[in-house]
């Protein structure tokens, strides 16, 4: 039977956390509701024939890029040392990965609500790598996220230094309004929505020609906006999911205190070399596009980080996973 004390020790589950479940839940339901109620018994041709098999795999299609985004490494490593930073502090961050996940899709929603309500010059804008909108975008969202990333594994790099009882230099004290800018969960939505701005990846480009197929084929604004809500179903899931994860992570730390600097060293480490990382391929690719540097640029820039994402993921897993058997692992017996 479990005692009151038990009880107490269990971790109380915050009313933001449920509302962002909540949330997520009402997504799904929402989008596939509306797919399998109604868009496929209309024989609706979301698919471009109007065949239900079809209809569905154009749903599921748009699903899964939405799963698959979550793990673009740009969204791996701005959830993960924005959580550390965060969970480090004290701080609600299980919901980190929900806002920035929700503030990335509202540029990929709107850009679908446009298409639907027959603005074509957004398609054939986006369909040309030449074209004012392609070319800025290619700049802001790379660039922001570039800076974000640098900016974020310094300031885990300072709590590091600081916890060592290093003392704080000019850059670090620099670094003190980012700190305060993004101080909660919430303050991500602003940082999804910029790198969003730069829509070129294969997953965003990907549900815009599926959006655009549907348009073109006289749907219904109700029936083609269900792909940008599944889509975004999918990449809030395991963007919030990821996020959680590592918050709780994170706050193993704490909870076991067996491992102390050790612990913290590695984690933090593997976030932040993946972070630079990121951040100097994306500010490469920007700045030989942009500028048509030479010297080590284009190499650089030519390097893949397409597929990082999901190695970081494992990469993160493993390191979790053996902390955790460390941990558990009873002591050495004092008879």
Known sequence: MTSLSEVETWPRVRPSTIGVVSLIVMLHVVGWGV??????????PLGGGGDALVTLGVGF?????????AFDADHIAAIDNTTRRLAERGRPANTVGFWFSLGHSTVVVVLCILLTFGFAAIGSSLSDDSSALRTWTGVIGPTVSGVFLLVIAAIN???LRRRDGAAGGPVLRMLGPFEKAVDRPSRMYVVGLLFGLGFDTATEIGLLALAGAATLAAVPWWAALTLPILFTAGMSAFDTTQGAVMRRAYTWQSDRRRLGATYALVITGVS????VLIAIVQLADVLVASLSLGGPFPWLASVGIEDLGIVLTGVLLVAWAAVLFVTRRPGPSTD
């Open 272 to 275: 932040v070399v993946a972070a």
């Open 157 to 159: 790099i300072a709590s």
């Open 61 to 69: 299609t748009a699903y899964a890029l939405g799963v698959r985004h």
């Open 35 to 44: 797919l399998v109620l109604l868009v496929i018994p209309a024989g609706i």
